[in-house]
Every structure is written in structure tokens, then in C-alpha cells.
């Protein structure tokens, strides 16, 4: 089977609860038409480039598909369909990435960044504190 990958942005007055829910049902939607979701990553509540139907934010999500077309036909309907989803793209992959998605390694690796620096001067604070 082919491999998909879609992104989606719900509204942002919509609680993570709710956006998990939706991308639940889509996932069900993907295995009643014959394939799976591989990985389901929320990326959060993020800043849009413009408005879009009056939202200046919105909430990220995607999904890693392996389905059948006709599957992903109805969960692009089911998209279309849905006023709490601002905007989805689905795109054809030769083959889906192992690991986490380049946004959730951005995140991880900010925090990485910043917990590396706090690292770094803790020690150089005590050296400080020990020539004094």
C-alpha cells in the first residue's frame, strides 16, 4: 500500500482534547477503509501565517498513513467536511520517516539547547563561588 502523510490545522479555540479526538476519528476512518496510521504527532498550538476564517492560530497535527487511495479519498472528504479543521494537506511519500518529525525533533532540541546551557553554568557558577 502506498504511504501518505497529513497534516491538518483544527481551530484554535478547540481543546488538545478535542483535536486528539478528531485525529482519532480520522484514524478510524483510515482503518475501516483497509490501512493504518502509522504515527499520530500533535505539534500544538502554533502561530499562523495569516488569518485564515478568522483564526490567528491554530492547532498542528499529522498523521503517517499506509492505505489504500480509496481510504484516503474519505478521510480527505471527512476533512472537507469538518468546520473545525482550518486547513489539511495530504502527500504521497516514497516511504515514511523513522523516528519523530522534523518539528517534533525542533522541539525536543530547543529544550535540549536549554537545558544544555543551563547545564553549562552550573558548573561554572560554582567554580565561581569557589574562588571567592
Given at each position: 500500500m502506498p504511504f501518505y502523510e497529513s497534516t491538518l490545522i483544527a481551530r484554535q479555540d478547540l481543546?488538545?482534547?478535542?483535536?486528539?479526538?478528531l485525529t482519532d476519528s480520522l484514524d478510524s476512518?483510515?482503518?475501516?477503509?483497509?490501512?493504518?496510521?502509522?504515527?499520530?504527532?500533535?505539534?500544538g498550538l502554533r502561530s499562523l501565517a495569516y488569518r485564515i476564517r478568522k483564526n490567528r492560530k491554530g492547532?498542528?497535527?499529522m498523521l503517517a498513513i499506509d492505505a489504500p487511495t480509496a481510504a484516503i479519498?474519505?478521510?480527505?472528504?471527512?476533512?472537507g467536511?469538518?468546520?473545525?479543521?482550518?486547513?489539511?494537506?495530504t502527500v504521497?511519500?516514497?516511504?515514511?520517516e523513522e523516528g519523530p518529525s522534523a518539528m517534533m525533533q525542533q522541539s525536543r532540541g530547543n529544550d535540549y539547547v536549554q537545558e544544555s546551557e543551563i547545564a553549562?553554568?552550573?558548573?561554572?557558577?560554582?567554580?565561581?563561588?569557589?574562588k571567592e
Open positions: 481543546s488538545k482534547a478535542d483535536v486528539t479526538k476512518i483510515v482503518q475501516q477503509g483497509g490501512g493504518k496510521v502509522i504515527r499520530n504527532e500533535y505539534w492547532h498542528y497535527a479519498k474519505e478521510m480527505e472528504r471527512n476533512i467536511i469538518n468546520e473545525d479543521i482550518v486547513r489539511a494537506l504521497r511519500v516514497d516511504a515514511l553549562a553554568d552550573v558548573p561554572a557558577a560554582a567554580a565561581e563561588t569557589d
